[in-house]
Protein backbone atom coordinates (compact mmCIF):
# COMPACT_ATOMS: atom_id res chain seq x y z
CA UNK A 1 0.00 0.00 0.00
CA UNK A 2 1.24 3.34 -1.10
CA UNK A 3 1.07 6.59 1.19
CA UNK A 4 -2.05 8.72 0.73
CA UNK A 5 -4.72 10.73 2.01
CA UNK A 6 -6.33 9.50 5.43
CA UNK A 7 -3.56 6.86 5.81
CA UNK A 8 -1.34 5.72 8.91
CA UNK A 9 2.22 5.65 8.11
CA UNK A 10 4.10 4.61 10.55
CA UNK A 11 7.92 5.41 10.49
CA UNK A 12 11.85 5.27 12.10
CA UNK A 13 13.31 8.10 12.41
CA UNK A 14 16.48 10.26 12.76
CA UNK A 15 17.19 13.63 13.71
CA UNK A 16 20.15 16.03 12.76
CA UNK A 17 21.35 19.35 13.04
CA UNK A 18 22.96 21.12 10.45
CA UNK A 19 26.82 20.20 11.65
CA UNK A 20 25.32 16.33 11.26
CA UNK A 21 25.13 16.05 15.41
CA UNK A 22 22.30 13.38 15.93
CA UNK A 23 19.89 14.87 18.32
CA UNK A 24 17.22 11.91 18.20
CA UNK A 25 16.43 8.79 16.71
CA UNK A 26 13.39 6.51 17.37
CA UNK A 27 14.13 2.87 17.02
CA UNK A 28 10.22 2.01 17.87
CA UNK A 29 8.21 3.14 14.62
CA UNK A 30 6.04 6.02 15.47
CA UNK A 31 2.62 6.45 13.84
CA UNK A 32 0.60 9.72 12.23
CA UNK A 33 -2.02 10.44 10.28
CA UNK A 34 -0.89 11.15 6.80
CA UNK A 35 -3.08 13.99 4.41
CA UNK A 36 -3.25 17.59 6.42
CA UNK A 37 -3.76 16.20 9.83
CA UNK A 38 -0.64 18.32 11.08
CA UNK A 39 0.90 14.69 12.89
CA UNK A 40 3.98 15.82 10.95
CA UNK A 41 6.14 18.46 9.53
CA UNK A 42 4.58 19.51 5.93
CA UNK A 43 7.95 18.84 4.12
CA UNK A 44 8.46 15.35 5.62
CA UNK A 45 4.95 14.40 4.68
CA UNK A 46 5.43 15.76 0.93
CA UNK A 47 7.87 13.85 0.78
CA UNK A 48 6.55 10.61 2.05
CA UNK A 49 3.75 11.00 -0.25
CA UNK A 50 3.29 7.84 -2.58
CA UNK A 51 6.10 5.87 -0.82
CA UNK A 52 5.92 2.42 0.52
CA UNK A 53 7.15 0.67 3.29
CA UNK A 54 10.71 -0.02 3.18
CA UNK A 55 11.36 3.56 1.49
CA UNK A 56 13.64 5.70 2.58
CA UNK A 57 13.25 9.86 3.11
CA UNK A 58 15.70 12.53 3.85
CA UNK A 59 14.58 16.14 4.13
CA UNK A 60 16.37 19.07 5.66
CA UNK A 61 14.07 21.32 7.30
CA UNK A 62 14.98 24.97 7.57
CA UNK A 63 13.87 26.77 10.90
CA UNK A 64 10.28 27.84 9.13
CA UNK A 65 9.84 24.54 7.90
CA UNK A 66 10.25 23.09 11.72
CA UNK A 67 10.22 24.46 14.23
CA UNK A 68 10.12 28.09 13.37
CA UNK A 69 12.76 31.20 13.94
CA UNK A 70 14.42 31.89 17.46
CA UNK A 71 11.78 34.53 19.18
CA UNK A 72 14.50 36.30 21.99
CA UNK A 73 10.97 38.36 22.95
CA UNK A 74 9.99 34.82 24.57
CA UNK A 75 12.59 34.78 26.89
CA UNK A 76 11.55 36.43 29.92
CA UNK A 77 13.01 37.40 33.50
CA UNK A 78 10.58 37.34 36.16
CA UNK A 79 11.32 37.61 39.73
CA UNK A 80 13.01 34.65 41.46
CA UNK A 81 9.65 34.58 44.04
CA UNK A 82 7.22 33.80 41.97
CA UNK A 83 8.34 30.38 41.55
CA UNK A 84 8.86 27.42 43.98
CA UNK A 85 12.02 27.03 45.93
CA UNK A 86 13.43 24.24 44.37
CA UNK A 87 13.21 26.23 40.73
CA UNK A 88 16.04 24.37 38.39
CA UNK A 89 18.01 25.24 35.11
CA UNK A 90 15.82 22.78 32.83
CA UNK A 91 13.08 22.73 35.01
CA UNK A 92 9.79 23.35 32.61
CA UNK A 93 6.73 25.70 33.08
CA UNK A 94 3.43 26.36 30.86
CA UNK A 95 2.73 29.86 30.48
CA UNK A 96 1.17 32.33 28.51
CA UNK A 97 3.50 34.65 27.03
CA UNK A 98 3.54 38.37 28.03
CA UNK A 99 0.55 40.67 26.73
CA UNK A 100 -1.49 37.50 25.47
CA UNK A 101 -4.93 37.20 26.15
CA UNK A 102 -4.15 33.91 28.34
CA UNK A 103 -5.93 31.90 26.44
CA UNK A 104 -5.01 28.10 26.91
CA UNK A 105 -4.51 27.79 23.54
CA UNK A 106 -1.75 30.70 23.74
CA UNK A 107 0.21 29.20 26.00
CA UNK A 108 3.68 28.06 25.30
CA UNK A 109 6.23 25.66 27.53
CA UNK A 110 8.94 27.81 28.89
CA UNK A 111 12.15 26.17 29.88
CA UNK A 112 14.37 27.42 32.86
CA UNK A 113 17.81 28.49 31.24
CA UNK A 114 18.90 30.64 34.52
CA UNK A 115 18.33 31.20 37.95
CA UNK A 116 20.14 33.84 40.23
CA UNK A 117 18.89 34.85 43.96
CA UNK A 118 16.94 37.55 42.25
CA UNK A 119 15.42 36.08 39.20
CA UNK A 120 14.54 33.33 36.92
CA UNK A 121 15.55 33.43 32.82
CA UNK A 122 13.17 30.97 31.15
CA UNK A 123 12.60 30.76 27.16
CA UNK A 124 9.66 29.98 25.38
CA UNK A 125 11.26 29.06 21.88
CA UNK A 126 11.38 25.86 21.28
CA UNK A 127 14.76 23.42 22.08
CA UNK A 128 15.50 23.68 18.09
CA UNK A 129 14.24 26.72 17.18
CA UNK A 130 15.87 29.04 14.90
CA UNK A 131 17.77 25.29 13.64
CA UNK A 132 18.08 24.08 10.52
CA UNK A 133 17.34 20.22 10.69
CA UNK A 134 17.89 16.88 8.55
CA UNK A 135 14.96 14.66 8.91
CA UNK A 136 15.97 11.28 8.07
CA UNK A 137 13.32 8.20 8.32
CA UNK A 138 12.54 4.46 7.01
CA UNK A 139 8.90 3.69 6.93
CA UNK A 140 7.83 1.25 8.54
CA UNK A 141 4.18 0.77 7.79
CA UNK A 142 0.91 1.56 6.11
CA UNK A 143 -2.71 1.19 6.56
CA UNK A 144 -6.03 2.80 5.73
CA UNK A 145 -7.53 4.52 8.90
CA UNK A 146 -10.33 3.93 10.96
CA UNK A 147 -13.27 5.97 10.74
CA UNK A 148 -12.34 7.14 14.32
CA UNK A 149 -9.14 8.02 13.30
CA UNK A 150 -10.25 10.31 11.02
CA UNK A 151 -12.91 12.06 12.61
CA UNK A 152 -10.35 12.56 15.75
CA UNK A 153 -7.40 13.55 13.19
CA UNK A 154 -5.03 11.32 14.95
CA UNK A 155 -3.69 7.62 15.31
CA UNK A 156 -4.92 5.45 17.75
CA UNK A 157 -3.43 2.46 17.70
CA UNK A 158 -1.26 1.08 20.45
CA UNK A 159 2.12 2.38 19.43
CA UNK A 160 3.66 5.87 20.23
CA UNK A 161 2.46 8.91 17.68
CA UNK A 162 3.48 11.77 16.78
CA UNK A 163 1.39 14.81 17.81
Known sequence: MKIAKDT???LRYELFDSEGELLEKVEEPVSYLHGGYDGIFPLVEEALHGKNVGDQCSVTLQPDDAFGEYDHQ????EA???FPEEISVGMQFEGAPEGSDEDEEDFLLYTVVDVTDDEVTVDGNHPLAGKTLSFNCTVTGVRPATAEEL????VHDEGAHLH
Open 80 to 82: RNA
Open 8 to 10: VVS
Open 74 to 77: LVEV
Open 151 to 154: AHGH
